[in-house]
């Protein structure tokens, strides 16, 4: 025989069919002696439809459930119950489900007063700009960084460590080194080659030649 009833019981999830969108329930009173309890349906908030998304639901969670026109073997979970001081989680809001997409037509915005942390195996950003402001940037990779694209610096640039180039290398400045210059070819300065330079003026003796030409 169905009981009927109007109010709100409180319950216990058992198991979630992600696929079937059910649930088996234990219902304190109802279900005793059913250790795998009874099937209950589940009821989204508005804005959460299941053709469009997911919600994961936890095995063992304490909700609340309804009955479909008061009929107590067709249950339908409605929401999560509250739980005494000490055991809620407080200033933490979490959205646990395998994937999860944010998706908005204009701006999404994330402002945090302290931190931000992004931990993934792989990120991937696309974007056709990305602008980045701070005071202090830092980028450490374990492994090496590589950057294909041609790069427009502005400011001073100070290296730690060999600079390795394969190309031709301009600078509109001087050049100022206090280590050795190794030229396996050439070195020309003022259109005179280092390598093929004549001294004109040369005499035995102790004499001292003219500029190279």
């Known amino acids: 025989m169905n009981l009927t009833s109007a109010y709100l019981m409180p319950a216990i999830l058992v198991s979630y069919d992600k696929v079937k969108r059910t ?36 095995p063992g969670a304490d909700v609340w459930v309804f009955f479909e026109n008061g009929d107590t073997t067709m249950p339908v979970i409605a929401f999560y119950r509250r739980h005494g001081k000490g055991r809620a989680v407080t200033d933490v809001r979490r ?37 980045m402001t701070a005071k202090t940037m830092t980028i450490t990779a374990s492994n090496k960084l590589v950057i294909n694209a041609n790069i427009q610096h502005t400011g001073n640039l100070n290296t730690i460590g060999s600079i390795s180039a394969t190309g031709t290398m301009k600078a509109q400045g001087d050049i100022t080194t206090i280590g050795s210059v190794n030229a396996t070819q050439d070195v020309k300065g003022g259109g005179v080659s280092l390598k093929s330079h004549r001294h004109g003026g040369v005499e035995t003796g102790g004499g001292s030649t003219s500029g190279p030409n």
């Not at 299941?50 to 919600?55: A, C, H, Q």
């Not at 999404?108 to 990120?123: E, F, H, M, S, Y």
């Open 95 to 131: 959205i646990r489900q395998k994937n999860i997409e944010l998706l908005a037509r204009s701006t999404v915005t994330i402002d945090a007063t302290d931190l931000v942390n992004i931990n993934a195996k792989t990120i991937n950003i696309s974007a056709d700009n990305i602008n």
């Open 23 to 58: 649930a088996m329930v234990n219902i304190p009173g109802l279900t005793d002696g059913e250790p795998n309890g009874i099937g209950a349906m589940i009821a989204y908030p508005v804005g959460d439809d299941d053709l469009d998304t997911e919600r994961e639901l936890i």
